[in-house]
């Protein structure tokens, strides 16, 4: 069963590169999912809010529910990451947060889409990929999210109607970002597992996972780990070794496993995206679970599974033509966040340096991808004020075992930006009520729904 989930999980978002708010709703129970609330509409955008010269647009997706709505009640705006919008997240559903909130406040009830997500993408040539790509960024997505509050705000109905933006991961960021750029159009904010802290050689990542396995896993998990990664590094030392492993993880066969790029790109997805995405979605019964279980191989992921065995030849991928291209390029050109083995730290030896990790960022950026990174991330940090950003009226929320954490704002910024850290729970963990979510986080919930209340209520 938990395998089974993760395999649709990486076929769906495919990787560690993500903090996809998608791959949150497989844990939720929604098989009672009613949509005929929520309507699907348009917005046109500038391309570029910054060019007054450039005059081309796109259409930005988003939907609305209003099946509570009432005057003067506030508007509530579940802001999109990356990835593309599910109206799921603003339907009536009791386990979202977001919709609790829009009951009780009788909100009106909006999820953005991020500009080249989804459906909402420019409709420009991608025969270049980093002209496509000139305006994608945080800030012309924070610039869309403006300009859409001012169109709701324009309408009679919300003129005296406060307004919410709530995130998770790095819609997280932009909801805490839309506070302290736009205070003029926001009031308050929850801001989820956000990792506000641009940085390029994210190690405490795996420091994270290693502390989960470590705290949660059962005795003798962390060496467990330690032995799957020397057996494997020991088949890969000789030419019959090397055969043996590409049998057991049934890799195609011309695939030349003494390469070190392949060697690196094997621990990537077989060991490395396992541990990470239980420590970044799981609860502590599912590290235990994990712990306890017989060791599996046969994990079909894709985009690496092709013609029915996997193919870790890592000259022949083009990552410019995934789908999740697009998380891609924001990394390489404002966050970084690669999650790195560079830690003395982590137990999980070290076979993903940054020189591996930034080799995905090719055919994203002209000229030298290491500088372009530390540009990117030193601009990202400037503008947004990396671990304290300039706010009040934000919650910012955490979960003990989300690797991701450490990138997020730990200690209170003042009385109205106070942090929340619910141990036992990993990433986004307050915005939906998951199946055997600890007690606290149950307590930490309703403490958010009434600091985001009292905020819109002075
Ligand atoms: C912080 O934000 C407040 C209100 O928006 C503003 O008045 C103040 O100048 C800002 N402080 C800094 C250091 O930017
Ligand atoms: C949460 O866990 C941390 C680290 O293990 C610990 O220091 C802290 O006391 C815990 N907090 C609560 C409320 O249990």
């Given at each position: 069963?938990?395998?089974?989930?993760?395999?649709?999980?990486?076929?769906?978002?495919?990787?560690?590169?993500?903090?996809?708010?998608?791959?949150?709703?497989?844990?939720?129970?929604?098989?009672?999912?009613?949509?005929?609330?929520?309507?699907?509409?348009?917005?046109?955008?500038?391309?570029?809010?910054?060019?007054?010269?450039?005059?081309?647009?796109?259409?930005?997706?988003?939907?609305?529910?209003?099946?509570?709505?009432?005057?003067?009640?506030?508007?509530?705006?579940?802001?999109?990451?990356?990835?593309?919008?599910?109206?799921?997240?603003?339907?009536?559903?009791d386990i979202f947060l977001t919709?609790?909130?829009?009951?009780?406040?009788?909100?009106?009830?909006?999820?953005?889409?991020?500009?080249?997500?989804?459906?909402?993408?420019?409709?420009?040539?991608?025969?270049?990929?980093?002209?496509?790509?000139?305006?994608?960024?945080?800030?012309?997505?924070?610039?869309?999210?403006?300009?859409?509050?001012?169109?709701?705000?324009?309408?009679?109905?919300?003129?005296?109607?406060?307004?919410?933006?709530?995130?998770?991961?790095?819609?997280?960021?932009?909801?805490?970002?839309?506070?302290?750029?736009?205070?003029?159009?926001?009031?308050?904010?929850?801001?989820?597992?956000?990792?506000?802290?641009?940085?390029?050689?994210?190690?405490?990542?795996?420091?994270?996972?290693?502390?989960?396995?470590?705290?949660?896993?059962?005795?003798?998990?962390?060496?467990?780990?330690?032995?799957?990664?020397?057996?494997?590094?020991?088949?890969?030392?000789?030419?019959?070794?090397?055969?043996?492993?590409?049998?057991?993880?049934?890799?195609?066969?011309?695939?030349?496993?003494?390469?070190?790029?392949?060697?690196?790109?094997?621990?990537?997805?077989?060991?490395?995206?396992?541990?990470?995405?239980?420590?970044?979605?799981?609860?502590?019964?599912?590290?235990?679970?994990?712990?306890?279980?017989?060791?599996?191989?046969?994990?079909?992921?894709?985009?690496?599974?092709?013609?029915?065995?996997?193919?870790?030849?890592?000259?022949?991928?083009?990552?410019?033509?995934?789908?999740?291209?697009?998380?891609?390029?924001?990394?390489?050109?404002?966050?970084?966040?690669?999650?790195?083995?560079?830690?003395?730290?982590?137990?999980?030896?070290?076979?993903?340096?940054?020189?591996?990790?930034?080799?995905?960022?090719?055919?994203?950026?002209?000229?030298?991808?290491?500088?372009?990174?530390?540009?990117?991330?030193?601009?990202?940090?400037?503008?947004?004020?990396?671990?304290?950003?300039?706010?009040?009226?934000?919650?910012?929320?955490?979960?003990?075992?989300?690797?991701?954490?450490?990138?997020?704002?730990?200690?209170?910024?003042?009385?109205?930006?106070?942090?929340?850290?619910?141990?036992?729970?990993s990433h986004c963990g307050v915005?939906?009520?998951?199946?055997?979510?600890?007690?606290?986080?149950?307590?930490?919930?309703?403490?958010?729904?009434?600091?985001?209340?009292?905020?819109?209520?002075?």
């Amino acid at each position: 069963m938990h395998y089974l989930c993760m395999i649709t999980l990486l076929i769906a978002s495919a990787t560690a590169f993500t903090n996809n708010l998608n791959r949150l709703l497989l844990d939720f129970d929604l098989s009672q999912t009613d949509l005929s609330e929520v309507d699907e509409k348009w917005i046109e955008q500038p391309l570029d809010h910054f060019d007054s010269k450039e005059k081309r647009t796109f259409k930005m997706r988003y939907f609305e529910n209003l099946q509570f709505w009432q005057p003067n009640a506030p508007i509530i705006v579940f802001i999109g990451g990356e990835s593309e919008q599910d109206p799921r997240w603003v339907s009536n559903h009791d386990i979202f947060l977001t919709v609790k909130m829009a009951k009780e406040t009788h909100g009106a009830l909006f999820a953005t889409e991020h500009r080249y997500y989804g459906k909402s993408k420019p409709d420009i040539s991608q025969d270049n990929t980093i002209e496509y790509y000139k305006f994608l960024s945080s800030h012309q997505a924070l610039e869309d999210l403006a300009s859409l509050i001012k169109m709701l705000k324009s309408n009679s109905k919300y003129k005296s109607s406060k307004v919410v933006v709530v995130g998770g991961s790095y819609s997280g960021s932009l909801a805490a970002w839309m506070r302290e750029l736009h205070p003029e159009l926001v009031d308050a904010a929850l801001s989820s597992s956000a990792p506000v802290l641009a940085k390029k050689d994210f190690q405490e990542y795996l420091d994270t996972v290693r502390y989960t396995f470590g705290k949660y896993g059962s005795d003798g998990c962390l060496d467990k780990i330690k032995n799957y990664f020397k057996v494997d590094e020991d088949l890969l030392k000789t030419p019959e070794g090397r055969e043996e492993l590409k049998k057991k993880y049934n890799i195609c066969p011309e695939v030349d496993m003494a390469v070190l790029e392949n060697q690196q790109f094997f621990f990537y997805w077989f060991e490395y995206t396992n541990l990470k995405l239980i420590s970044q979605y799981g609860l502590p019964q599912n590290v235990k679970a994990w712990c306890g279980q017989k060791r599996q191989y046969q994990l079909e992921i894709k985009p690496i599974w092709q013609g029915g065995c996997n193919n870790l030849d890592f000259k022949s991928y083009d990552w410019t033509k995934q789908n999740f291209a697009e998380w891609i390029y924001q990394t390489c050109t404002e966050f970084g966040y690669e999650q790195t083995t560079s830690s003395e730290k982590q137990p999980f030896v070290h076979w993903n340096p940054l020189e591996f990790l930034l080799k995905f960022c090719k055919g994203f950026v002209n000229g030298d991808i290491e500088k372009t990174i530390d540009e990117g991330v030193a601009r990202t940090n400037k503008r947004y004020g990396g671990l304290t950003p300039n706010v009040t009226k934000v919650v910012f929320t955490h979960g003990d075992m989300d690797p991701w954490h450490p990138l997020g704002v730990l200690q209170d910024l003042g009385p109205d930006a106070p942090v929340i850290m619910t141990n036992g729970t990993s990433h986004c963990g307050v915005l939906g009520v998951k199946r055997g979510e600890p007690e606290e986080m149950k307590k930490d919930r309703k403490h958010v729904t009434e600091l985001i209340i009292k905020w819109i209520s002075q």
